[in-house]
């Protein structure tokens, strides 16, 4: 055949693809039904030239802060029938390497983007060659919340499992020192798909320079009472198939410091889940406190507990509002190092009698939860305390995510694929552990 009707076969034929793809036989599988964030969801796509390296981009909009989007850019090589799945096919970068179909979303990162992401949503675009192929929109669930008509327990959530999902206990929820009700909202539709009431407690509502998000919370980790938890078990006392329910508590950072402590004095909770924990209570920080020795954190009957002073807490969270590294991880342990007796006699979960589940990261920059998961769980294992300890390797602080957050958390350790991967873990470990706590029985 002449070169010239080579080359005119070849351009017919480079046509007749090209039209394909702009006609709409690139094509993204989608049962139409909103899921929830973290859960596995590959990624396939039809219709692709075969064999041919394909970018996928997924974005989404950062829901903690407003207007900036999360994205992520990974390739792959469609299979000889022209398609992608995330589940079987390695991404070969740049966003993460490897088979997994989670990929695309914890490997997200901020961007400056023109465009805007849905609000509740994944935006998704197949890429060939620099040219928009396909695209499609992931809806993620908007669980609504019941609101918490009681002025002692303001910002609070509750979320309840659906009508066809028997219920299985009450998992009151304990959020970091970010305050607000931010944890409640990404955790507690995941318990109430799982089967649980979970109910969001906030306990304070730090403005770190914004404002607070809750009025009439205090705006310092300041002798914070711990009644604050006899309150919400009361209130879910009165509410329509909630009476007479277990109760479990399950706290991420101080919110497990906050659990550790309630649990040394309320034996009617019925086990405890310790999110990156602290083995000890610390002392009081926020505005409106300028030292690292101003009085507990936390406070019961309204005496404050005894705690560990911190070492530059103040300076740390000054360079963090100038974007400047914090050096929390520093603060902890020199304070901790600074005062042995102190810190011996503000330990916490020791008098705790129920089930305990301590998860902590062995690179945790925040504190250091992995020690401490390690020093606290052979401590109540001395005392033939029911404890359960998971440490991950080269994981830090970011435990508490959905599997999907991995690198949108800076400063706080790990790796950021075994973080996703810890994250998945840590839920799995989380719900076999509340199973086996019920099964035990009161």
């Excluded at 590959?42 to 981009?57: I, R, S, T």
């Excluded at 910002?155 to 499992?161: D, F, I, Q, T």
């Excluded at 909202?185 to 730090?206: D, E, I």
Aim: aromatic fraction near 8%.
């Amino acid at each position: 055949m002449p070169l010239i009707a080579r080359l005119a076969i070849a351009a017919l034929l480079f046509g007749a693809s090209s039209f394909a793809y702009c006609a709409g036989s690139v094509r993204f599988e989608h049962s139409g039904q909103p899921v929830l964030s973290g859960e596995p969801i590959p990624v396939v796509v039809h219709g692709l030239p075969a064999n041919q390296v394909v970018e996928l981009v997924a974005s989404r909009r950062d829901m903690t802060t407003a207007g900036r989007t999360l994205q992520s850019r990974s390739q792959f090589q469609a299979d000889a029938q022209g398609t992608l799945d995330t589940a079987r096919q390695p991404s070969i970068g740049p966003s993460y390497l490897g088979t997994d179909a989670s990929g695309p979303f914890w490997s997200m990162r901020p961007v400056d983007s023109a465009g805007t992401p849905p609000v509740v949503g994944i935006q998704l675009e197949a890429m060939v060659d620099g040219t928009v192929v396909g695209s499609d929109t992931r809806q993620l669930e908007d669980v609504k919340p019941e609101v918490v008509a009681d002025p002692r327990l303001s910002g609070s959530l509750l979320y309840r499992p659906g009508s066809s999902t028997p219920l299985k206990e009450i998992v009151i929820i304990l959020g970091g020192s970010e305050g607000g009700n931010s944890t409640a909202r990404a955790v507690g539709p995941r318990f109430a798909r799982a089967g649980y009431a979970a109910f969001g407690l906030a306990y304070h509502s730090p403005n770190y320079g914004r404002g607070a998000e809750i009025e009439g919370l205090p705006s310092s980790f300041k002798a914070l009472p711990l009644e604050r938890i006899e309150w919400a078990r009361s209130w879910l006392s009165t509410q329509p198939g909630l009476g007479g329910q277990t109760i479990s508590l399950w706290g991420v950072s101080k919110g497990a410091e906050v659990a550790l402590a309630a649990a040394d004095r309320m034996p009617w909770i019925h086990s405890v889940v310790a999110v990156v924990p602290s083995d000890v209570a610390w002392a009081a920080f926020g505005p409106g406190v300028s030292g690292d020795d101003e009085g507990s954190g936390l406070s019961w009957q309204g005496a404050g507990l005894p705690w560990t002073p911190y070492r530059g807490m103040g300076q740390a969270i000054e360079r963090i509002s100038k974007g400047q590294p914090a050096g929390f991880r520093q603060v902890h342990d020199q304070g901790r190092l600074a005062h042995p007796d102190r810190a011996l006699g503000a330990r916490l979960g020791l008098k705790a009698k129920m089930p305990v589940l301590l998860i902590g990261g062995s690179d945790d920059q925040l504190w250091p939860s992995g020690q401490m998961s390690l020093a606290l769980g052979a401590a109540r294992l001395d005392r033939k305390l029911p404890t359960t300890v998971v440490v991950f390797d080269r994981v830090g602080h970011a435990l508490s995510g959905d599997g999907w957050s991995a690198t949108t958390w800076s400063g706080v350790g790990g790796d950021p694929q075994a973080t996703a991967g810890a994250q998945r873990l840590a839920w799995g470990h989380t719900l076999d552990f509340l199973a086996q706590s019920a099964s035990s029985g009161p």
